[in-house]
């Protein structure tokens, strides 16, 4: 079932029933549906509040209409581009020209911002996985966006699944930065590959590969540094160690992923394309969700760079980092808009 139409169940109360049947899936759907919610109650809330306020006048829809329309999406960052995305497909619906109701052109709304996300090739967000044993992923971005942080939640989150994790810790140059994932490593019992600070990136990486294919590990998650002042030199550090992972590694690292900070917003959007202009990012990952009313970038980065969310940050604690769910994104994001 696509997303659309679990929404549309979602909408009808369809979903109420059936997670009451008891059954282990539907229970698991039901907390994946609580956590999304309450990770995106700041944005659902202020995205709410945006729309409701423009409706709080509504006298039918006309130019003017559609003009506050696009403030409405600007300002809840989903971008400019898919801002008049969305705008010019509504303005080309001729039923919204026609509708009296604000229910009816809300929920063509909806209608239209789902199709306009799932438009364009087709994204998964499961993790790649080498089928020659040791899949390596490499963790790039700025400092400050909770890189280490969401290695250590991914490291968590794989050994619970039966997994042989290392690490390694390829940013040499952050004050701190060896410390901090030696100190998630010791919290989630996974070992670290570790060099010294100053040192080379790219040796600390080959060392970690060597020791992760002696001791028959299954994910060797690669932390770098995230110094985008100095744009030239970091791009030219995450392609030495992506040669070394190559050379070691028959098809080089699995996932590239871009872990991004969600309260920045529209910053967050810059630096994917940023990044993605100079490396060949895989997915990403948005953290913070949990704590910011900006979630709406995810939209944005959807319709751009069409690059697959990975994981989303729904909070502090070690498994608060889910995969991301888009039908869970959206429902969260527009429930609200819709009666049941």
Known sequence: MGFWDRIKRAFTGEDDKAVTQGTQEQEEKKIVFEQYEQGLEKTRRSFTERINDLFSSFDGVDDDFFDELEEVFISADVGFDMTLALTDALREDESIWQAKSQDAVKQAIVNHMVAIYEKGDSLTPN??????????????????????????????????????????????????????????????????????????????????????KEERVDYLLVDTAGRLQNKVNLMNELEKIKRIISREIPGGAQEVLLVLDATTGQNALIQAKQFNETTDITGLVLTKLDGTAKGGVILAIRHELNIPVKFVGLGEKVDDLKPFAADEYMYSLIKDLIEK
């Open 127 to 212: 993790l790649a996985k080498s089928e020659q044993g040791l899949t390596v992923i490499l963790f790039v971005g700025v400092n400050g966006v909770g890189k280490t942080t969401t290695i250590g939640k991914l490291a968590a989150k794989l050994k619970r699944e039966g997994n042989r994790v290392l690490l390694a810790a390829g940013d040499t140059f952050r004050a701190g930065a060896i410390e901090q994932i030696e100190v998630w490593g010791e919290r989630i019992d996974v070992p670290v590959v570790e060099g010294t600070m100053g040192g080379d990136p790219a040796s600390v990486v080959f060392d970690a590969i060597k020791k992760a």
